[in-house]
């Protein structure tokens, strides 16, 4: 090989090896926020370690609770820790899951989903305001969040319920602990409640 060949061939590898060398060091790097070192044998904190894309995760939601402490500063009552706390603790159960990894996904993301929506970190679309039952001062709220999975805050009355997406075969329903949104166009059927009865909805005219 020709001296001039080999300053041709080096010009086309060099690009593939620093790729390479940036996809190496990268896939390392992946590290939650809590010190690995520290953390006990056959815990979930150790599947997270070990995990590229479950640390990343951990990551993000340390980012995302930092930018809701911020939000709640002025918190009455100051709740986040505490259920910060709740979470970790309902995250450490999936030991008892089957798959304990996509447990642990799903744990992740729908935590970090919700501090999004109720501290409003994302992009929103609303409030959207609808009437139900064909009573004017029956008023639900829909506030929608473009969150990982997509999420709404209701309001209803002096109560809040945030909802995540569900699949449906048509229209967009969320469902919240006992309280559910079904809205196709215009029109919303709501669920406020345990067992109690749906409220047919229509969105609000602009005055």
Avoid: H
Wanted: glycine fraction near 4%.
């Amino acid at each position: 090989m020709t001296n001039q060949q080999f300053k041709k061939t080096a010009f086309y590898l060099f690009p593939i090896s620093m790729m390479l060398l940036f996809l190496s060091i990268n896939a390392r790097s992946a590290s939650p926020s809590f010190d690995c070192s520290k953390v006990e044998a056959g815990s979930i904190e150790e599947i997270i370690c070990k995990d590229n894309s479950l640390s990343e995760l951990d990551q993000k939601m340390a980012t995302v609770y930092k930018e809701a402490e911020k939000k709640a500063a002025n918190e009455v009552p100051p709740v986040l820790k505490a259920e910060q706390r709740g979470w970790i603790k309902g995250r450490n159960e999936c030991w008892k899951s089957e798959d304990e990894k996509e447990c642990i996904k799903e744990s992740y993301l729908y935590r970090i989903a919700e501090l999004q929506a109720r501290y409003q970190l994302v992009d929103k679309t609303g409030p959207i305001f609808y009437s139900c039952d064909n009573n004017s001062a029956k008023e639900v709220v829909l506030t929608f969040f473009k969150t990982d999975p997509p999420t709404l805050v209701a309001e209803f009355g002096d109560s809040q319920s945030l909802m995540y997406l569900e699949p449906s075969g048509s229209g967009s329903k969320y469902q919240g602990r006992n309280e559910s949104a079904w809205i196709k166009g215009k029109e919303a059927r709501v669920k406020w409640g345990y067992d109690s009865q749906t409220m047919n909805c229509r969105e609000k005219s602009e005055k």
